[in-house]
Nanobody
């Protein structure tokens, strides 16, 4: 049974930082592309970042490039998302995702979408 459990969310002031973590189990982690999506109130769910399993290559949405960093630990079956310079526009529910499939140049591109989703965790950026 696939399980993705997010942690580290909460309330942070604009300009601050937050680190999300996701613990994964139930599938072959080291070869699986892993990533994060988010959904803000009243908006569609959107791709944030992902890291490929075998290559370790990272992909980012333009809106978070230079501010967010995704990383993975294949020994612990975890991924992290370090979020810096947060703005109120980053307020959303963040979802850990796994096992991307589809056609494209990498996670979040073309038709490539995750097969598995975590329950999500709230991140609120507000003063």
């Amino acid at each position: 049974q696939v399980q993705l459990v997010e942690s580290g969310g909460g309330l942070v002031q604009p300009g601050g930082s937050l680190r999300l973590s996701c613990a994964a189990s139930g599938f072959t982690f080291f070869s699986s592309d892993m990533g994060w999506y988010r959904q803000a109130p009243g908006k569609e769910r959107e791709f944030v970042a992902a890291v490929q399993g075998n290559s370790g290559i990272a992909f980012y949405a333009d809106s978070v490039k230079g501010r967010f960093t995704i990383s993975r630990d294949n020994a612990k079956n975890t991924i992290d998302l370090q979020m810096n310079s947060l703005t109120p526009e980053d307020t959303a529910i963040y979802y850990c995702t796994a096992e991307y499939e589809g056609v494209g140049r990498g996670p979040g591109t073309g038709t490539i979408r995750p097969r598995y989703w975590g329950p999500g965790i709230q991140v609120t950026v507000s003063s």
